[in-house]
């Protein structure tokens, strides 16, 4: 569980931080940036020699999935999330982002990886209402932004399902290196095809606080945060790990009330209260099963 916790403390403050910088780089671009320093964080952390020799049985199946994966997430998902922040709140993107789980559920079912069951997608119902309240006095904007968060949560819920069979097989830092190269690349030709800024504007290197966010949404969201989700994929289902994105917003809440003094309603703590309950009921067989040791998988 302590992956499953550190993945949702690291991804709840994914929109809050990178909000500000969309003033002074193109999503895209920043999407590229933060994705390449995670590339880097991956290359050269301790054990490098072991993920090469892992590349280097790779076949054509295995190339194939993790080329599809970096695609499908730091190119596509990543990007259009990127978009959404900018073309609309955070709150608005986050929220519709977190509608993920139902299209998990969807995708997983269809693969045989969940069975479903009327009293998943209540829960997953539930999940969504307490998204909504917790999240309804920020305000919703009904713009171009939304569309984009909800291709993200689409596109990134089938590289949820596709990670849980990909993840068995290859190491999660090997999974990362790969798939983060082939999504680099895609984007690169991107923004080339568009002939987009490679750099920020010059505000960008005089303010240490926009310089900061960016080190931490590399190094911390692209970096540490990966791996601690595909470690949490390893141990539960595809639909278990996106339980992180149902409980995302309550926590980006409280980010905001700590580090931008906004107060909570009791929309927060009714939300709250209807969010775990929601998540209860989604994973009450789950929680049967690692009673029973059944659902924990030893690394």
């Not at 895209?28 to 320093?37: A, D, E, H, I």
């Not at 068995?168 to 095809?193: M, R």
């Not at 994929?233 to 595809?238: L, M």
Request: glycine share 6%.
């Amino acid at each position: 569980m302590a992956y499953f916790f550190i993945t949702l403390l690291i991804f709840a403050s994914m929109e809050v931080v990178s909000k500000p910088l969309m003033g002074v780089i193109d999503p895209f671009v920043l999407t590229f940036w933060r994705f390449l320093f995670g590339f880097l964080f991956f290359l050269f952390y301790p054990g490098l020699k072991k993920r090469f020799a892992e590349i280097a049985r790779f076949g054509k199946n295995e190339w194939l999935s993790v080329g599809l994966l970096g695609i499908l997430n730091s190119f596509l998902a990543m990007c259009f999330l990127q978009v959404a922040v900018k073309m609309s709140s955070a709150a608005t993107s986050a929220t519709v982002f977190c509608s993920n789980p139902v299209f998990v559920l969807i995708f997983a079912s269809i693969a045989g990886m969940e069975k479903f069951s009327i009293k998943k997608m209540v829960g997953l119902m539930g999940g969504f209402a307490a998204v909504a309240v917790i999240m309804s006095e920020k305000g919703f904007v009904f713009k171009e932004g939304m569309l984009f968060a909800l291709l993200a949560a689409v596109i990134f819920a089938f590289y949820t399902v596709l990670s849980k069979k990909i993840v068995s097989n290859i190491t999660p830092f090997t999974v990362n290196l790969t798939s983060f190269f082939f999504g680099l690349l895609a984007n690169f030709v991107f923004i080339f095809f568009y002939e987009l800024p490679f750099l920020p504007t010059g505000s960008f290197f005089s303010d240490i606080e926009k310089i900061s966010a960016f080190i931490y949404l590399a190094l911390v969201v692209t970096g540490i945060g990966y791996v601690t989700f595909f470690e949490t994929i390893k141990r539960f289902t595809a639909l278990g790990a996106s339980l992180i994105f149902l409980l995302k917003p309550a926590v980006a809440v409280v980010f905001a009330y700590l580090f931008l003094e906004e107060n909570l309603s009791m929309n927060f703590f009714a939300g709250l209260l209807l969010l775990g309950s929601a998540t209860l009921i989604i994973l009450s067989d789950k929680i049967k099963d690692l009673i029973n040791s059944k659902l924990y998988v030893k690394p």
